[in-house]
């Protein structure tokens, strides 16, 4: 299973733990990973070591130690271009040197908007006239 993560990467823990049961999902300490209770699904937020347990009948059944680190690089999608005007534009964003963010290989879901995990505002300052 996951052990170690870069901030904004997603993982689903519940795959492994689908036969324990009902229960809910909890993290600690607060704030280095967000993790839906019902799904598994978590995302990291920021640097630091958390734990990610599945509580059933108000004990821990199942206690994950997770190291979450800053990531080297960024990869942002090279097909999308960007210009004054045309408004808004979503541009695809991976932290580290993987293909993706997501470190689950089972389907997910419920993934987190890119909106809610990063934002970025690029304005220009300088106006130039540009012939083809």
């Known amino acids: 299973g996951v052990t170690s ?5 997603v993982a689903d823990f519940d795959s492994t733990v689908s036969s324990l ?3 809910r999902w909890v993290s600690e300490p607060a704030g280095i990973l967000d993790v839906d209770s019902g799904t ?3 995302v990291a937020r920021r640097t630091g070591h958390a734990r990610v347990k599945f509580m059933a009948g108000g004990e821990s059944v199942f206690v994950r130690q997770v190291l ?5 690089g960024v990869m942002v999608d090279s097909e999308v271009v960007l210009s004054s005007g045309e408004g808004d534009k979503m541009v695809g964003l991976i932290i580290g040197g ?3 963010n997501l470190l689950s290989g089972k389907h997910m879901e419920t993934v987190p908007l890119s909106g809610d995990l990063f934002s970025c505002e690029i304005a220009w300052d300088l106006e130039m006239e540009i012939k083809e």
């Open 68 to 72: 979450v680190g800053k990531s080297d």
């Open 98 to 100: 993987g293909d993706s």
């Open 40 to 42: 598994g699904v978590v």
């Open 21 to 23: 049961g009902e229960g």
């Open 5 to 9: 993560m870069n901030i904004g990467d």
